[in-house]
């Protein structure tokens, strides 16, 4: 993306904008909330080029945020997008998009509404699989940050299945990824992207980040370079925030 591009980021209290529009500071940002107010968000789909929708539910005891957010918001901010012409808009869907469950309802019905674009705006629907970072919120979806929380805090962490095999990215290398995807133009056409990923089973992750909150430097052969690096970042970017 060249540095003039103009982009509004939706979802300012998520990791994910919030890592976005860090990894991004060279470009012209807006980073809000929906809840700032529609006007508000109206005007700023207006004045961007490419528009990022964070928000979303990814996990809550009450089954009504899901509908409230990830389905009524997300209709909602669809249909502004429609009253805009030459926007790029960028949705986030899951890796479980197809569980039966209402997670996994809505992350489709997200990609449903990408589907739509229609005239001289574009849509990308990006499947994620777990995206990590020293600010993600640790007991929430994030086992990397929770993991790094619990050794910190010599807390025990509870592994069901040490053996699982997980899908991971670093939010640094994510925000490098999109940013070609979004180099390229495609008006009037819905695409997937697939980030590349690490794969690492639940085992040998919650180990590997015990070595490195004790300080061994990582040399498992069975993690890949992105994840070495990632976790390594992680860790030195965890030891300057206030726990």
């Given amino acids: 993306m060249t540095p003039n591009k103009k982009i509004c980021i939706l979802g300012k209290n998520s990791f994910l904008a919030n890592g976005l529009a860090k990894y991004w500071g060279s470009f012209s940002i807006r980073i809000l909330s929906i809840t700032d107010g529609w006007d508000d968000v109206k005007q700023a789909v207006i004045w961007a080029d490419i528009v990022i929708n964070c928000t979303g539910v990814s996990r809550s005891e009450n089954e009504s945020d899901f509908f409230r957010i990830n389905f009524h918001y997300n209709s909602i901010l669809f249909d502004v997008i429609k009253e805009v012409e030459c926007t790029k808009y960028v949705t986030f869907s899951s890796i479980h998009y197809s569980n039966m469950d209402v997670y996994g309802y809505s992350q489709r019905y997200k990609e449903y509404l990408a589907g739509c674009v229609t005239g001289s705006n574009s849509s990308v629907i990006v499947r994620l699989p777990g995206v990590y970072g020293a600010e993600a919120r640790p007991n929430y979806v994030s086992v990397v940050s929770t993991f790094f929380y619990n050794n910190i805090m010599n807390l025990e ?79 030195n970017d965890i030891l300057e925030l206030d726990l």
């Fill in 157 to 235: 962490s509870q592994i069901i299945d040490p053996d699982k095999l997980i899908q991971l990215i670093h939010i640094r290398r994510l925000a490098e990824e999109l940013r070609l995807v979004l180099e390229v133009d495609h008006k009037g056409e819905s695409r997937m992207f697939f980030p590349p990923h690490s794969e690492v089973t639940v085992g040998n992750l919650y180990e590997s980040i015990g070595h490195l909150c004790s300080k061994v430097i990582l040399r498992d052969s069975s993690l890949d370079e992105d994840l070495v690096s990632g976790l390594t970042e992680t860790y």
